[in-house]
């Protein structure tokens, strides 16, 4: 993890001195709704999700992807993100975009008759495709379209059933709303 970080840190050093007008710095913020039904609970999960990446050249970005859902735990993502965006025509245009990395369980599974130890994270994988609109201001609005594989475990105590783990993973259709601010 320490390399990676390293990796990150040097590859965004460098690539700031650049100074071509075909680069930089873009933060992607949205409002997402996963939609479907699995293991789980409920079937809209509602989250907020960061990408902060770095368009390399006009086709090509890479960076880092952070988020929050509100699962039945709530999860907090975090890992790496590239996005290869197709060419642009007036400012507008379409993007495929992959995410993978880790979710962290931020409180514990409640059961009401059953007692939880530990919760842990797991992994997330993401992938979409988006649309990116203009408007007159220095930020733009996108939406995007995809899937999502998420998943955690936790650990029931139980005089009967001793110590028994169970994994829960969430298959689901994402819709994001957002703004592109920067490049």
């Avoid at 939609?35 to 609970?41: A, L, P």
């Avoid at 929050?68 to 507008?92: C, H, R, S, Y």
């Avoid at 650990?155 to 783990?165: A, H, N, P, Q, S």
Wanted: hydrophobic share 40%.
């Amino acid at each position: 993890m320490k390399k990676l970080l390293t990796l990150l840190f040097l590859v965004f050093t460098i690539a700031s001195y650049s100074q071509d007008k075909t680069n930089g710095y873009q933060n992607y913020t949205s409002y997402a709704t996963l939609i479907g039904s699995e293991d789980d609970k409920k079937t809209f999960i509602h989250g907020f999700q960061m990408e902060h990446n770095y368009l390399f050249n006009p086709n090509f970005a890479f960076g880092l992807s952070t988020g929050i859902e509100w699962m039945d735990v709530k999860m907090a993502t975090i890992g790496p993100n590239i996005k290869i965006i197709l060419p642009k025509n007036n400012k507008q245009s379409f993007f495929v975009g992959a995410s993978v990395g880790a979710a962290i369980a931020l409180d514990d599974e409640k059961h009401e008759y059953m007692e939880i130890s530990k919760t842990s994270g797991g992994r997330f994988v993401n992938c979409e495709l988006g649309y990116v609109l203009p408007t007159q201001g220095s930020f733009t609005l996108y939406s995007a379209i995809g899937y999502r594989f998420q998943e955690y475990s936790y650990k029931i105590e139980d005089w009967w059933l001793r110590t028994v783990e169970r994994n829960i993973t969430y298959n689901r259709f994402v819709f994001k709303v957002g703004i592109v601010i920067g490049k």
